[in-house]
């Protein structure tokens, strides 16, 4: 079936670092793909979308490209703030295999340092 | 203001005392689902259901139940809970099915012991 994966955490950086969260998935068909974000004791939220191949999403300076050829969706931030400390989850959804849920990865935990 | 919300946030209960955790929308969205959260697991989805009546399993759906009789409401049904079903449990809305932007409630936080 479909998966992804997301490189684990934490990931920790000063502010005003580049901060890229890769994630690869396996899919029968073509995907949509999502980025959402969890801040701490919050429920997820969306963050970015692409639903087809060289497409980017972006949102709050961070941006993402559907790479079909490398089945890839690798979120990067040029410059992240304390703000952005948060879990971010890669997702797809829109195959026969994740008809009706997004298919999420592990999560990756990001804390960022003043 | 348009939100998602999910009551108890917390529970902590004993292994076979049946429990509901409700999930309510006001966005009028045809598609509600079920995710539990565990720790290098991602979220995983229980059930969910396109439209008011129209229920489907989801990834991991033993051990619960669900309905859907009114478009604004999806609880989730544990009949006889196990330590197992300890975790963290999201409700999401959308409104025409998951790859539209899913809205996410606060979390319930439940404890089977």
Not at chain 1, 9 to 24: K, Y
Not at chain 2, 1 to 23: D, S
Not at chain 2, 42 to 66: A, C, F, H, W
Request: charged content about 20%; aromatic content about 12%.
């Amino acid at each position: 079936g479909d998966s992804v994966t997301q490189m684990e955490g934490p990931v920790t950086l000063s502010e005003e670092a580049f901060l890229t969260i890769n994630c690869t998935y396996t899919a029968t068909g073509y995907p949509s793909l999502f980025w959402y974000v969890q801040y701490p004791g919050e429920g997820l939220q969306l963050l970015l979308k692409a639903t087809k191949a060289d497409d980017k999403g972006s949102n709050k300076g961070f941006e993402a490209t559907y790479r079909k050829e490398t089945t890839s969706f690798h979120l990067e931030k040029g410059s992240v703030q304390v703000s952005d400390s948060a879990v971010y989850f890669c997702a797809l959804s829109g195959t026969t295999d994740s008809w009706g849920k997004l298919q999420f990865g592990a999560g990756t935990q990001v804390v960022v340092t003043p | 203001e348009a939100q998602v919300t999910q009551n108890p946030r917390y529970l902590i209960t004993v292994t076979g005392k049946k429990l509901t955790v409700t999930c309510s929308q006001n966005m009028n969205h045809e598609y509600m689902s079920w995710y539990r959260q565990d720790p290098g697991l991602g979220l995983r989805q229980i059930y969910y259901s396109m439209n008011v009546e129209v229920t489907d399993k989801g990834d991991v759906p033993e051990g619960y139940k669900v309905s859907r009789k009114e478009k604004r409401n999806f609880p989730l049904i544990l009949e006889s809970p196990s330590p197992n079903q300890t975790s963290l449990y999201f409700c999401a809305s959308s409104d025409r099915g998951a790859m539209n932007e899913q809205f996410f409630g606060p979390g319930t936080r439940l404890t089977v012991l």
